[in-house]
């Protein structure tokens, strides 16, 4: 990506831990950077997967861990929710797989430079289906 390029931004919030859903009062942190769906070879599974990653738009580091297996599976004009899985190491070190699903939308522009974006997605926007 050129340097002058515009990049579109998301903001994105990680709805599980591990696999286990982060209760509403507890909710994960909220990330924003350059969003891309795409096929990539798994060397693990050793086949290609749909894979979401999220990474920061200026040195283009992993904001979270890619999605493997990505799927849209809700979206509005306002959200675009992706569930997949995540691999991560347990306590001895292996490499285990977890669910995981992102909330995300649009990034509005924060307030004054370098101020965090503040989510466009709200209370309201918890209930899918």
């Not at 979401?52 to 200026?58: Q, R, V």
């Not at 904001?63 to 995540?86: K, R, Y």
């Not at 430079?113 to 289906?129: H, K, L, V």
Request: aromatic residues 6%.
């Amino acid at each position: 990506m050129q340097k002058n390029s515009i990049q579109t931004l998301f903001t994105v919030q990680a709805q599980r831990h591990r696999g286990r859903p982060i209760s509403t009062g507890r909710r994960g942190g909220i990330y924003q950077g350059v969003l891309t769906i795409r096929d990539l070879k798994d060397p693990h599974l050793n086949r290609v997967a749909r894979c979401a990653e999220l990474a920061d738009p200026g040195n283009r580091l992993p904001l979270l861990p890619t999605l493997i297996d990505a799927q849209v599976v809700h979206m509005t004009p306002a959200i675009m929710v992706i569930s997949g899985w995540e691999r991560l190491p347990d306590n001895r070190g292996e490499m285990q797989g977890y669910q995981q699903t992102w909330w995300c939308s649009l990034a509005q522009p924060s307030a004054e430079p370098g101020q965090p974006a503040r989510p466009t997605f709200g209370p309201n926007e918890t209930r899918i289906g």
